[in-house]
T-cell receptor
Framework: KQEVTQIPAALSVPEGENLVLNCSFTDSAIYNLQWFRQDPGKGLTSLLLIQSSQREQTSGRLNASLDKSSGRSTLYIAASQPGDSATYLCAVRPGSNYQLIWGAGTKLIIKP | SAVISQKPSRDICQRGTSLTIQCQVDSQVTMMFWYRQQPGQSLTLIATANQGSEATYESGFVIDKFPISRPNLTFSTLTVSNMSPEDSSIYLC????????????FGSGTRLTVV
């Protein structure tokens, strides 16, 4: 059974720092992995989608990597800003099943 | 990618009443999903809304409590029936986008408080 874990559960850093959020999964047979951002009480915004055949995806200051063999993905945020404060969720789509398996999220606070 | 309009964004409801949440998508999509996010928790899939057939519910969720309609490929509703305070959650709709490499897009969420 696929399980997704996100570490750390919470992170607080000063503005301007580069940081890494981690997502691990137990079964390497995945179709893709998606990173989302959620602001308090709001919906989810898709940040990056990595297909199983890809190693990384980039969008602006964000870079997501995928290592299926080790069951890990990282979300790298460069030059963090207070506006990056949110909860970051990773979700794995296992095989051809349309359901997503969710991590519990990392709550990120960027201090001005 | 698809753009989803979800309404209402929030509501405070009396116990025993029902609330219907709407999701409108700006393009035709095959699959729409309804999620619940209880306070401090991650997302839990309630059901998959299929156009032209009954929704497929996940374990622990039943049609009488969460009736779903999907009259066409761009619209769906979720009703939370006979509400209790335990139903206080964020409810989210999501669509499946083959055109974007099979990624998922979410609505802005409905924050429901039952008093």
């Amino acid at each position: 059974k696929q399980e997704v874990t996100q570490i750390p559960a919470a992170l607080s850093v000063p503005e301007g720092e580069n940081l890494v959020l981690n997502c691990s999964f137990t079964d390497s047979a995945i179709y893709n992995l998606q990173w989302f951002r959620q602001d308090p009480g709001k919906g989810l915004t898709s940040l990056l989608l990595i297909q199983s055949s890809q190693r990384e995806q980039t969008s602006g200051r964000l870079n997501a990597s995928l290592d299926k063999s080790s069951g890990r993905s990282t979300l790298y945020i460069a030059a963090s800003q207070p506006g990056d404060s949110a909860t970051y969720l990773c979700a794995v789509r296992p095989g051809s099943n349309y359901q997503l398996i969710w991590g519990a999220g990392t709550k990120l606070i960027i201090k001005p | 990618s698809a753009v989803i309009s979800q309404k209402p964004s929030r509501d405070i409801c009396q116990r025993g009443t029902s609330l219907t949440i709407q999701c409108q998508v700006d393009s035709q999509v095959t699959m729409m999903f309804w999620y619940r996010q209880q306070p401090g928790q991650s997302l839990t899939l309630i059901a998959t809304a299929n156009q032209g057939s009954e929704a497929t519910y996940e374990s622990g969720f039943v049609i009488d409590k969460f009736p779903i309609s999907r009259p066409n490929l761009t619209f769906s509703t979720l009703t939370v029936s006979n509400m209790s305070p335990e139903d206080s959650s964020i409810y989210l709709c999501s669509v499946f986008n083959p055109s974007t490499g099979y990624g998922y897009t979410f609505g802005s969420g409905t924050r429901l408080t039952v008093v």
